[in-house]
Nanobody, 123 residues
């Protein structure tokens, strides 16, 4: 069982930045692919970014160039640096772990999920 705990959400003005963190339990974190997803009120969950076990990164078109995903395997933590935030980035952000190590945009292929952290961007 892997436990994921997100932190770093909050309220920020448009154009500002936030860094989300996701701490994972377990000793095999380095083998996992990690993803970030978000869900806005009344909308479906959507893919944001993912990083596989080797460090390859993937982004949705809506955040490419503004968000950066990274990982620190020594700390069992994955990060999402969010710059140039827009009101449409407002959502609950979830991190997820994929134990095969292969990053995917499909949420159903992730094995474990965190509880989420709220990000609110004011205009």
């Amino acid at each position: 069982q892997v436990q994921l705990v997100e932190s770093g959400g909050g309220l920020v003005q448009a154009g500002g930045s936030l860094r989300l963190s996701c701490a994972a339990s377990g000793r095999t974190f380095g083998r996992y692919a990690m993803g970030w997803f978000r869900q806005a009120p009344g909308k479906e969950r959507e893919f944001v970014a993912a990083i596989n076990w080797s460090g390859s990164r993937y982004y949705s078109d809506s955040v490419k160039g503004r968000f950066t995903i990274s990982r620190d395997n020594a700390k069992n933590t994955v990060y999402l640096q969010m710059n140039s935030l827009k009101p449409e980035d407002t959502a609950v952000y979830y991190c997820a772990a994929q134990t095969s190590g292969l990053a995917t945009m499909r949420g159903r292929e992730y094995d474990y999920w965190g509880q989420g952290t709220q990000v609110t961007v004011s205009s």
